[in-house]
């Protein structure tokens, strides 16, 4: 089974998330599939928080791949900021 979830990088009390498409038996901050975008918690002034490639999210999404409920609540909310941009 394929899910799409965050694998965390940076470093100690700053993360930064990649959002991956990754197989369910693969660890965390392993091997994965695609990355879609990326998720920086710690944003400030003009720095990018949230990117995400929404086309190929519905792609992976319509292929079967179940989100984990942070990357649920991720890809909604990129995908309203896509909307108003628009």
């Not at 498409?21 to 392993?30: E, L, N, P, T």
């Amino acid at each position: 089974m394929v899910t799409i979830r965050l694998s965390r990088g940076g470093s100690k009390k700053n993360p930064f998330y990649q959002i991956v498409v990754a197989d369910i038996r693969a660890k965390r901050d392993g091997r994965y599939i695609e990355r879609l975008g990326f998720f920086n918690p710690t944003a400030k002034g003009g720095e990018i928080a949230l990117r995400v490639d929404c086309e190929r999210a519905d792609h992976w999404i319509r292929q079967g791949a179940q989100p984990t409920d942070r990357a649920k609540q991720l890809l909604k909310q990129a995908a309203r900021e896509a909307a108003v941009a628009i």
